[in-house]
């Protein structure tokens, strides 16, 4: 059972920039697919970006391409997904998730995913 901590979110201006980490239990290289989720009140969770099977292709929504970008550190067993030039609209909660059996039609579906982490907020004042 694959346990994740995400860590990093704050209240930041617009136009800012921060980096969220997420931590996990064990080794998760390939073949886990690791994604960043992201979810407002009453809204459905939000597909932000992933790195398929750990492998060189990352993936992102399209409101955010340009300014997060996803990489990871496999010695500490952590995915980071670093934000710049925040918008108000990028406030949510966001979550990490992982899963070992992703095909690539799958990987924005957040209910393909296996684990995942409580969340951490995202605040952007304007």
């Known amino acids: 059972q694959v346990q994740l901590v995400e860590s990093g979110g704050g209240l930041v201006p617009v136009g800012g920039s921060l980096r969220l980490s997420c931590k996990a239990s064990e080794r998760i290289s390939h073949p886990y697919t690791v994604a960043w989720f992201r979810q407002t009140p009453g809204k459905e969770r939000e597909f932000v970006a992933c790195?398929?099977?750990?492998?060189?292709?990352?993936y992102y929504a399209d409101s955010v391409k340009g300014r997060f970008t996803m990489s990871r550190d496999n010695v500490e067993n952590t995915v980071y997904l670093q934000m710049i030039n925040l918008k108000v609209e990028d406030t949510a909660v966001y979550y990490c998730?992982?899963?070992?059996?992703?095909?690539?039609?799958?990987?924005?579906?957040?209910?393909?995913?296996?684990?995942w982490g409580r969340g951490t907020q995202v605040t952007v004042s304007s």
């Open positions: 790195n398929f099977r750990s492998g060189s292709n990352k």
């Open positions: 998730a992982a899963d070992r059996n992703l095909i690539l039609s799958s990987v924005r579906l957040s209910s393909q995913y296996d684990y």
